[in-house]
């Protein structure tokens, strides 16, 4: 029978919330205090984080792998590293590449609103909007 491993040992979750981005200030537009990138530069700084979330997304479905992990054999020595080690390793790798997924996410959004690029697109699709009923009368 497997025994649980002494909390000195255990895998602890400290971080439970995802933390927002620090202020993001392109030419005159989002909030001073944090980061700085000129409008021709914030781009290729948002393809940038882009492909980091991309990378990100595949090794969620790594993570999940790994957190699904299953005994070798169904002995106690397997067993206890299976449940006591492996599972909440996984489970914790998984929570995590979760929460960096999200901050990633609200960093390309905080990154596209301060370089306007969330303004655009919303004017644009209020402009679509009302000119679709136009001429139906």
């Excluded at 969620?60 to 599972?87: E, V």
Aim: net charge negative.
């Amino acid at each position: 029978m497997s025994q649980p491993l002494p909390p000195s040992m255990r895998v602890v979750d400290n971080l439970t919330t995802v933390p927002p981005p620090a202020p993001i200030q392109v030419g005159n537009n989002g909030s001073p205090g944090g980061y700085h990138f000129e409008p021709d530069q914030v781009q290729s700084v948002i393809t940038k984080w882009q492909n980091l979330l991309q990378d990100l997304e595949q090794d969620r479905l790594d993570a999940h792998q790994i957190a699904l992990i299953q005994a070798p054999a169904p002995d106690p020595a397997s067993n206890q590293f299976t449940d006591n080690g492996a599972l909440p390793s996984g489970r914790t790798l998984l929570e995590q590449t979760d929460r960096m997924i999200q901050y990633v996410q609200n960093y390309i959004e905080a990154l596209q609103k301060a370089s306007g690029q969330i303004q655009q697109a919303d004017a644009d699709a209020q402009q679509a909007v009302s000119q679709s009923g136009e001429g139906v009368m």
